[in-house]
């Protein structure tokens, strides 16, 4: 959540293009500590029914797009349940536990896209090889997704659901009460090629803004935009960890720090209930928006902001976001979990599921059906979200992914750029921030 999607190489060249930045997805229907319990063989209510428990975070929209209940019709002897954690920094760290301890898990568990290739490198032998499962074939999936999700040995832990081109989602009525274009095409002209051209944009926004509103959502969603379209950021090709001597992560880290400081972005950190209620009460004008973001807009805006947003190109091709699904061994239900696991990733399931929450498939078959060529969002009217993401994922790097993505990533945000909003500089924002990764990286 992302959610999360990518698009079409070629069909599927189009898509391959694109990689996977890992941040927090979306926020989800439960609360932040997630639930320990393990899954369940039986629903408990006489039936006799087998329960798969999935543990996810954010907003995946299985439910949502009614998949869960498509599935139980199809199986008439299976009950899903999930369990979802709003923030990935707070359920990646109880998965790495129950995956350690083989207790605690769920029948399906969810990866974000920023810990596959920790949980490749470290957990592999805890999960099943998903490439035997019923139905799955390499070839539906991008390559470099399906790869991001192997293991050295060639065992597929990971099935891709989503991949997340990024877009600049914005409301034009809100533009428009600032003296800005509201054309999606004259928009994408202006700020093209250059992020510093949308911080521009976001200068003349303030200087007529409507009362109470900033230009964008927060610095966090900004960054991750920003670094979203860099092949090499905090790992180079040889794994080793170069965030502190690469020279785009500082200066997007910087760029950003000053539009928080400059009063461009909200105060809030993303899928936090603070944000949350800046998307309900339309508090700001523009939000760098993967597909899976369109579902969280969804979720947290009151009824009167549907048809007021619009989607416009970015400045650069990046990528946000994207996870994969796994099953422990351990589970209860290891076989049914497969093959659900299975089902819920397959080209037609993830062209639902972009139909009605947004999630751009990483299977490019899915790219050609009508619910990703014509598709249109509640929240965005008449915009072409589907060209419109298909288009930007044919530019976007293949980013480097390294183990503890999302862990540098966060920390830039939540112990970097919310300095910022919070008095201290720029560059003390960057020092702490540095500092906690580092510490971070040496436990």
């Keep these: 959540m992302r959610a999360r999607t ?6 599927a060249v189009v898509l391959a293009a694109v990689a996977s930045l890992g941040a927090g997805l979306l926020a989800g229907c439960a ?45 008439p002897g299976i009950k899903i349940e999930e369990n979802v954690t709003q923030r990935n920094e707070n ?8 995956l350690t301890t083989g207790a605690g898990l769920m029948d399906i568990q969810a990866v974000e896209v920023g810990n596959i290739a920790e949980v490749v ?22 390559d470099w997704k399906w790869q991001q999700g192997t293991t050295k040995d060639g065992k597929t832990i990971g099935l891709g659901t989503d991949v997340g081109p990024v877009a600049i989602c914005y409301r034009k009525d809100l533009f428009k009460a600032a003296g800005l274009p509201t054309d999606r095409d ?45 092949k090499v950021r905090f790992y ?59 579902g969280t807009l969804k979720e947290h805006s009151k009824p009167e902001a549907k048809g007021k947003w619009d989607v416009a190109v970015a400045p650069k091709s990046g990528n946000w976001g994207g996870a994969f699904l796994s099953v422990p061994k351990s589970g209860k239900n290891v076989k049914e979990a497969a093959k659900l696991a299975a089902w819920l990733t397959a080209p037609k399931q993830q062209a639902k599921l972009f139909e009605v929450q947004g999630g751009l498939p990483s299977t490019p078959a899915a790219y050609t059906m009508p619910e990703v060529l014509n598709a249109k969002n509640e929240m965005t009217g008449d915009a072409p979200i589907g060209k ?28 970097g750029l919310v300095l910022v909003t919070k008095g201290k500089s720029p560059a003390e924002a960057w020092d702490t921030a540095v500092k906690t990764i580092d510490n971070n990286l040496e436990k």
Excluded at 6 to 11: E, F, G, K, L, Q
Excluded at 212 to 229: H, K, N, Q, R, W
């Design 6 to 11: 990518r698009s079409a190489r070629n069909r």
């Design 31 to 75: 609360d932040d500590g997630g639930n320990d319990g393990s899954g369940g063989s039986s629903d408990g209510d006489g039936k006799g029914k087998t329960t798969i428990t999935m543990g996810l975070f954010g907003t995946f929209g299985f439910k949502e797009a009614g998949l869960f209940s498509e599935y139980e019709k199809l199986n």
């Design 91 to 98: 359920y990646y760290p109880a998965l790495v536990n129950h």
């Design 121 to 142: 490198a470290t957990q592999g032998d805890k999960l099943e090889d998903l490439s035997k499962a019923p139905g799955v074939k390499s070839s539906d999936w991008l």
């Design 186 to 230: 004259e928009l994408a002209k202006r700020w093209g090629g250059d992020w510093k051209k949308l911080i521009e944009v976001g200068k003349d926004y303030q200087k007529n803004a409507p009362k109470g509103t900033t230009f964008m959502d927060s610095p966090g969603g900004l960054m991750s935009a920003i670094l979203g379209s860099e």
């Design 236 to 294: 180079d090709e040889s794994g080793k960890v170069i965030y502190k001597t690469n020279p785009v992560v500082k200066q997007s880290f910087m760029m950003t720090a000053q539009a928080a400081e400059d009063g461009l972005v909200g105060a809030q950190t993303q899928f936090q209930p603070d944000w949350n209620t800046t998307v309900a009460n339309s508090k700001f004008a523009a939000i760098a928006c993967p597909p899976w973001m369109l």
């Design 388 to 415: 419109i993401f298909a288009e930007a994922a044919k530019t976007t790097p293949v980013q480097i992914i390294g183990p503890k993505d999302q862990v540098i990533g966060s920390s830039l945000n939540d112990n």
